[in-house]
């Protein structure tokens, strides 16, 4: 049972250096998403797509970008890293809401990422 | 501006007492409202959940007290134990596309729970 898996799980990146978050999931999920957690603001989303070839914004998507060319990989880029974008970051997964808004989102185990 | 506002930012309960935490949203177009439980080094992991037509869901030693004219629900620990000592956050979700569901989460409470 993978269930969501996020590599790595710990990174230092220098300000101004690019790098990809992998992410995957194994459970068919139509949805996926990414989010980053910092100390007394909760989970934000970054960026979703609901299917292969369809991202959208959440709302911190500035210094990110993503892509979605398979149902189970949804990788986040961080183009020139900032120090601001030292955060935990999380992928999540689920089935697509068909209207309905309540399916469980799984989350992977993060990433620790931090940016000097 | 925190869209849901959730309290305390921490808390200390003795084995065996309850644990008590709220959270307030303004946007009601909030349809459900779930609590996750995260480990240090975890991801969140689901816990319970509520729909805004119940007032209240049960399951085992969790119960979500939902108040939709309030705008407040909150999430209670029976018997609390020490493997409950985790961090909860309360969340609440919105479609943000025929398919696509959105979760705002609240700031987190660190709960410990003592010997």
């Known amino acids: 049972n993978a269930g969501v898996t996020q590599t790595p799980k710990f990174q230092v990146l220098k300000t101004g250096q690019s790098m990809t978050l992998q992410c995957a999931q194994d459970m068919n999920h139509e949805y996926m998403s990414w989010y980053r957690q910092d100390p007394g603001m909760g989970l934000r989303l970054i960026h979703y797509?609901?299917?292969?070839?369809?991202?959208d914004q959440g709302e911190v998507p500035n210094g990110y970008n993503v892509s979605r060319s398979t149902t189970e990989d949804f990788p986040l880029r961080l183009l020139s890293a900032a120090p601001s974008q030292t955060s935990v970051y999380f992928c999540?997964?689920?089935?697509?809401?068909?209207?309905?808004?309540?399916?469980?989102?799984?989350f992977g185990e993060g990433s620790w990422l931090t940016v000097v | 501006q925190q869209q849901v506002k959730q309290s305390p930012q921490s808390l200390i309960v003795q084995k065996g007492g309850i644990s008590i935490i709220n959270c307030a949203y303004e946007?009601?177009?909030?349809?459900?409202f779930p609590w996750y439980q995260q480990f240090p080094g975890k991801g969140p992991a689901l816990l319970i959940a509520?729909?805004?037509?119940?007032s209240e869901k049960k399951e085992g030693r969790f119960t979500i007290s939902f108040n939709k004219s309030a705008k407040q629900f909150s999430l209670h620990i029976m018997d609390s134990q020490p493997g409950d000592s985790a961090t909860y956050f309360c969340?609440?979700?919105?479609?943000?596309?025929?398919?696509?569901?959105?979760?705002?989460f609240g700031t987190g409470t660190r709960l410990q729970v003592t010997l």
């Open positions: 969340a609440a979700s919105t479609l943000i596309t025929g398919t696509a569901s959105k979760l705002t």
């Open positions: 999540a997964s689920s089935y697509s809401g068909q209207g309905y808004s309540g399916n469980t989102i799984y």
């Open positions: 946007n009601t177009a909030f349809d459900y």
């Open positions: 509520i729909r805004p037509d119940v």
């Open positions: 797509s609901v299917g292969a070839g369809i991202t």
